[in-house]
T-cell receptor
Framework: GAVVSQHPSWVICKSGTSVKIECRSL??????MFWYRQFPKQSLMLMAT?????????EQGVEKDKFLINHASLTLSTLTVTSAHPEDSSFYIC???????????FGNGTRLTVT | EDQVTQSPEALRLQEGESSSLNCSYT??????LFWYRQDPGKGPEFLFT???AGEEKEKERLKATLTKKESFLHITAPKPEDSATYLC??????????FGQGTTLQVKP
């Protein structure tokens, strides 16, 4: 079964509003979680690493003030897209370091559409 | 620069027509090579981990192999439900994950 839960699975919002996406690790603690963005027919692009109890680490070119990350507890990380614009429309996926043999367990993604 | 390149970008097969997906990599001190399956609108689902050249892993109709430069995902007698995008991911000696672009497989009945 799923070990990482991501919510919502899809969201439509208007330009200028903010949207929060939640990522939860189920039945295990994750001090680190990762946020990816995926464009159609492209692979995953790492946006930032979320660290429980400290600031997130952002990849080069990712706007910290636009994509706010909060690792509130050992099982929850949130990504808030602030003042969303149509170009922020994308598929956002979170992941947590793997258990057993997988390096990462992924959430099911969130399809964000900004109108 | 660490890189993972998958080919082909897209592959169409008839049901039962076996084939292979290729993943070429140049990754510093490869720690592991991973295969994931991604269905449309979903997150990637773990398939295999390979650690050293010569290693093979199997699961149902899929078999993953690893050499010093490439990994192959062999699909034997595929079924329509095998249709998905298959991602190859390399892990470097620093723990960084390098994603391939994926191969989108379509299996027609």
């Amino acid at each position: 079964g799923a070990v990482v839960s991501q919510h919502p699975s899809w969201v439509i919002c208007k330009s200028g509003t903010s949207v929060k996406i939640e990522c939860r690790s189920l039945d295990f603690q994750a001090t680190t979680m990762f946020w990816y963005r995926q464009f159609p027919k492209q692979s995953l692009m790492l946006m930032a690493t979320s660290n429980e109890g400290s600031k997130a680490t952002y990849e080069q070119g990712v706007e910290k003030d636009k994509f706010l990350i909060n690792h509130a507890s050992l099982t929850l990380s949130t990504l808030t897209v602030t003042s969303a614009h149509p170009e922020d429309s994308s598929f956002y996926i979170c992941s947590a370091p793997g258990r057993y043999d997988s390096p990462l367990h992924f959430g099911n993604g969130t399809r964000l559409t900004v109108t | 620069e660490d890189q993972v390149t998958q080919s082909p970008e897209a592959l169409r097969l008839q049901e039962g027509e076996s084939s292979s997906l290729n993943c070429s990599y140049t990754v510093s001190g490869l720690r592991g090579l991973f295969w994931y399956r991604q269905d449309p609108g979903k997150g990637p689902e773990f398939l295999f981990t390979l650690y050293s050249a010569g290693e093979e892993k199997e699961k149902e109709r899929l078999k993953a192999t690893l050499t010093k430069k490439e990994s192959f995902l062999h699909i034997t007698a595929p079924k329509p439900e095998d249709s998905a995008t298959y991602l190859c991911v390399g892990s470097s000696n620093t723990g960084k994950l390098i994603f391939g672009q994926g191969t989108t497989l379509q299996v027609k009945p």
